[in-house]
């Protein structure tokens, strides 16, 4: 009798197995998520005692991720008591991924065990070694490190859609040599009377600007009891002696406790700067300061040069005497900092971009060109999506700045609601409310509203020139009469695959709802987005010095966020100096994210929104997992079922009756791949033809499979995947450990 054999009659051994996936892709250990415990640098393989045996648990290989069912196959071994010699197995399995990006860890439930083998094992040993199994494994836990997983899905072949109908047209981009800050108005300024007070506010900016009708004079909040100036909402602005006490006492809320930035005692410890200049935009724009003269500095190893005394990305290509800036994960060039500027797609930058080395002060940029690990790693970021469990009698309020208005989707048969926070699509006659990462359904626009467990799926063609687009990437999976499962891919928030590299936001302008309350729309520009490979992207203003921070979005007329779902607020205060050491370290050995509440990726998680969240009905085990001393993390397995050991020649042998044999085919691939000619460095097109299914189901609306290659070479590949996993994993603990803090400064 066999392994495959015996899983079809006996249900019981079904269910030991269905718990032997679980542990191998959780790999043993219940601290990550609930005691914030770090995942060490020698996490696999894992080791559990049994009361038969010992089995050794080695790190799982993902075959395809869709939606938030995960594929995978690991290989095993187990060594029954008084027996030296261990049998080694391959378990395939498909699971639910849970995943928690506030800890960057997942929890894998719900499993469904396709195959088991042991190759070289009689039929006997495959049978007691299930049997040993059905008794031990569901008393084992079951969380795995997201980092791990993510460098093993950078291997997949296919990937979820790319984005399709961003604009790359640049934003008015603008450089000073002064210190400068970007304040943005949407639109032409919307003046609205503030009760009780003889003064006015801008209603379409998310700054504290104040307008003193007796005065003619503009106030600008800048900071605690900083206050500037000004005859025209434009400028220009000067810092004022003193305000009116009427005026002060209009100033922004303090943050939260926890939103307070995060101390830089390196920034601390430098005098203040000047106070800031004022630059008022009207439209989307980006702002670059350089502090006094361009200073540039070679690039080793290219013919390239950046801008040293900027906090800006800007880059000089010495071969085609033209500047290069990315903004919002995308490249634009001019042959002057006057402009005009035009978009480089990035899969028609110059190889050397490519070659920048990842140590420089631009290493942080080879995460927007094309084949960079950095590159492959944050595609496959923002293909995992963040899920949770939804309890069915969950209840939303949605309000409207006064009675329900709708307008057409462009090109759909839809319409969506204009004078609201929350995001409302209408369908035929019923309503659709996209709340928090949660889809909610209603006959009526004033609700009530209930939690969905399934949308029409023309919402999914919503076109990315709408400001609704980021509902698509909102998903509900699966549904029990007591909870739905619901899942965001990072499109909710504004991160999208583009091609081959990721960028920020749509690229569209969708101008706010202005009335008694001022609700704005998705922004791509203005913010000084950048990406960060554990807190995804980044926001900040170009200056912050002293007493001086800009805070936004906190006055008492201001309903919802300045854009995003959520109400997110990323960017309210600027950059320390430093900046380019502290993204780069994001590779290497940690980053500083500005804030504690950047940290909070999973909306999921937000303390308004955790008690919609069901609790996770996971028995906890009683044998913990352990490192496996002396074992390295060099047993794989490959789609056939054959298990493969790396030996410490970087030579590969097989698994068989007779024991450990050489495999020639696999060594010679890897030695191939080493070489550079088809290792998992090796830059891949830059475009791959869009998967787009026959029929898009409700789980997966638009969405391909992330699947691996079969082939023999992939064994290099897995290799380098799961060590660049351990070092992701050591990094960010290392940065988490140390506050988020890293060293270095620019100035």
């Not at 939606?67 to 399995?93: C, K």
């Not at 006959?443 to 919402?459: H, M, N, Q």
Request: charged share 25%; net charge negative; with cysteine.
């Amino acid at each position: 009798m066999n392994i495959r054999a015996a899983l079809r009659p006996d249900r019981q051994l079904r269910d030991a197995m269905l718990a032997a996936g679980l542990v191998l892709l959780a790999a043993g250990t219940a601290f990550a998520a609930r005691q914030l415990q770090e995942e060490p640098e020698d996490f696999w393989p894992r080791e559990i005692p049994t009361d038969r045996a010992t089995v050794v648990l080695y790190q799982p290989q993902p075959d395809t991720l869709a939606g938030n069912q995960l594929a995978a196959r690991a290989a095993l071994s187990i060594t029954p008591d008084g027996e030296d010699e261990p049998e080694f197995g391959v378990v395939w399995m498909n699971a639910r991924l849970v995943t928690d990006r506030d800890n960057r860890t997942a929890i894998i439930d719900n499993i469904a065990v396709e195959r088991i083998a042991f190759p070289g094992s009689t039929e006997e040993q495959q049978d007691s070694l299930a049997r040993l199994l059905e008794n031990e494994i569901p008393r084992w836990d079951l969380d795995i490190s997201m980092d791990r997983l993510l460098a093993s899905l950078e291997l997949a072949e296919t990937r979820r859609r790319s984005a399709e109908g961003l604009s790359m047209e640049p934003p008015l981009i603008l450089f000073r040599q002064e210190p400068a800050i970007l304040v943005t108005i949407d639109g032409e300024p919307r003046l609205q009377k503030i009760e009780g007070s003889d003064f006015m506010r801008i209603l379409n900016t998310a700054f504290t600007i104040i307008f003193d009708q007796g005065a003619r004079t503009y106030y600008l909040a800048a900071g605690d009891d900083q206050w500037y100036s000004a005859a025209e909402y434009d400028g220009p602005w000067t810092l004022a002696d003193r305000v009116p006490s009427d005026v002060a006492a209009l100033a922004p809320e303090p943050l939260p406790e926890e939103e307070q930035p995060v101390d830089d005692e390196e920034a601390d410890d430098q005098e203040p700067g000047p106070p800031p200049a004022i630059v008022v935009a009207t439209e989307p724009t980006e702002l670059i300061v350089i502090d006094g003269e361009p200073e540039y500095t070679p690039i080793s190893g290219t013919d390239l040069m950046y801008v040293t005394n900027s906090e800006s990305d800007v880059l000089l290509d010495l071969e085609s005497a033209r500047y290069f800036v990315i903004l919002s994960g995308r490249w634009f060039t001019s042959a002057s900092y006057e402009g005009p500027w035009v978009n480089v797609p990035a899969d028609q930058l110059s190889d050397r971009f490519s070659q920048i080395p990842l140590e420089s002060e631009m290493g942080h940029v080879r995460v927007s060109v094309p084949g960079t690990v950095e590159s492959k790693e944050a595609v496959m970021e923002n293909q995992i999506p963040q899920t949770s469990a939804i309890k069915r009698d969950t209840k939303i309020t949605i309000e409207y700045d006064g009675d329900p208005e709708f307008e057409p989707i462009e090109g759909t048969s839809m319409t969506y609601a204009v004078n609201t926070a929350d995001q409302v699509i209408k369908v035929g006659n019923e309503y659709y409310a996209c709340h928090e990462g949660v889809w909610y359904e209603a006959s009526s626009a004033t609700g009530p509203w209930t939690v969905a467990d399934k949308i029409p799926v023309e919402i999914y063609d919503i076109p990315a020139d709408s400001p609704m687009y980021n509902t698509t990437y909102v998903q509900i999976y699966d549904s029990t009469p007591e909870v739905v499962y619901v899942g965001y891919y990072p499109g909710y928030t504004g991160s999208y695959v583009y091609n081959s590299t990721i960028v920020y936001g749509t690229g569209w302008y969708y101008p706010g709802w202005y009335r008694t309350y001022y609700y704005p729309r998705p922004a791509t520009w203005g913010f000084h987005v950048r990406w960060n490979p554990w807190y995804g992207w980044s926001f900040g203003l170009s200056y912050s010095t002293g007493p001086f921070t800009f805070y936004m979005g906190r006055g008492s007329w201001y309903r919802g966020g300045w854009w995003g779902p959520g109400r997110y607020r990323g960017y309210h205060r600027g950059y320390h100096r430093g900046w380019h050491q502290g993204a780069r370290a994001g590779y290497r050995a940690g980053y500083r994210a500005g804030s504690n509440s950047a940290k909070r990726n999973n909306i999921y998680n937000r303390q308004e929104n955790v008690a919609r969240n069901a609790p996770q009905d996971r028995a906890r085990g009683q044998s913990r997992a352990g490192p496996a001393e002396g074992r390295a993390n060099n047993v794989y397995s490959d789609r056939d079922g054959n298990v493969l050991r790396e030996n410490s020649n970087g030579n590969w042998d097989q698994k068989t009756r007779d024991g450990w044999q050489g495999n020639d085919a696999v060594t010679r691939d890897a030695a191939r791949d080493r070489a550079g000619q088809g290792g998992a460095d090796v830059q891949r097109p830059a475009q791959q033809p869009a998967q787009q299914p026959q029929a898009r189901p409700q789980q997966q609306p638009q969405a391909g499979n992330v699947s691996l290659p079969s082939t023999g070479s992939t064994m290099q590949q897995n290799s380098s995947a799961r060590s660049r996993g351990t070092t992701r994993t050591q990094n960010y603990n290392s940065q988490r450990s140390s506050g988020g803090r890293s060293g270095g400064r620019r100035r």
